[in-house]
């Protein structure tokens, strides 16, 4: 089974600023991977797919990078909504992993 | 669009088997994809279950298989999860999800809204 290892475990920022979010896996994965964003009470919601891609309906300001075991989000210029927990995920040999999620708080 | 409506009861005993529901309106859940269950234990993170499919099967967290089943009912359009010999660990919310290839990416592209599952006697 593929480990996500997410850094850091909390990000205090405040609206306007640049927050980078880490995503290592224990093993390569290409760039099989997806970020999700989950507000309180809320289900989460597909953000990156093929680890750089934007999904559908996402701003700009959201983007992924990075390949084989190391990961990166980058949220360009902090918006009040984007204040919640996001979390990386792989399927590897029909396995599906979650990283233990990184929470963006306000500073 | 297309919606996902988990179901079932809130409430189960230590031992007895926790059953839920989703109910899929606005795609045949016949005609492709995979579909699957997350659950979220309260203040935890996110841990995939199982995801199932009409034509190509079934796969399971290796940890959970034993106790897992999940199957299809396309007259109903909905799928359905139990997950037998509950303990107070499997307290959580519930997520039924549609599990499909997004580029080259395996992602849960559409969730439920969640049903949370208490395990108390």
């Known amino acids: 089974e593929v480990v996500l290892a997410q850094s850091p475990a909390t990000l205090s920022l405040s609206p306007g600023e640049r927050a980078t979010l880490s995503c290592r896996a224990s093993?390569?994965?290409?760039?099989?991977l997806a970020w999700y964003q989950q507000k309180p009470g809320q289900a989460p919601r597909l953000l990156i797919y093929?680890?750089?891609k934007r999904a559908t309906g996402i701003p700009a300001r959201f983007s992924g990078s990075g390949s084989g075991t190391d990961f990166t989000l980058t949220i360009s210029s902090l918006e009040p909504e984007d204040f919640a927990v996001y979390y990386c995920?792989?399927?590897?040999?029909?396995?599906?992993?979650f990283g233990q999620g990184t929470r963006l708080e306000i500073k | 669009q297309v919606q996902l409506q988990e179901s079932g009861p809130g409430l189960v005993k230590p031992s007895e088997t926790l059953s839920l529901i989703c109910s899929v309106s606005?795609?045949?859940?016949?005609?492709?994809?995979?579909w699957g269950w997350v659950r979220q234990p309260p203040g935890k993170g996110l841990e995939w279950i199982a995801s199932?499919?009409?034509?190509?099967?079934?796969y399971y967290k290796t940890s959970l298989e034993s106790r897992v089943t999940i199957s299809l009912d396309t007259s109903k359009n909905q799928f359905s999860l139990r997950l037998s010999s509950v303990t107070a660990a499997d307290t959580a919310i519930y997520y039924c999800?549609?599990?499909?290839?997004?580029?080259?990416?395996?992602?849960?592209?559409?969730w439920g809204q969640g049903r949370l599952v208490t395990i108390s006697s």
């Open positions: 999800a549609r599990d499909r290839i997004v580029g080259a990416t395996a992602v849960f592209d559409l």
């Open positions: 606005g795609y045949s859940i016949s005609s492709g994809y995979y």
């Open positions: 199932t499919s009409q034509n190509a099967g079934t």
């Open positions: 093993q390569s994965i290409s760039s099989y």
């Open positions: 093929d680890a750089s």
């Open positions: 995920q792989q399927r590897t040999n029909w396995l599906i992993t």
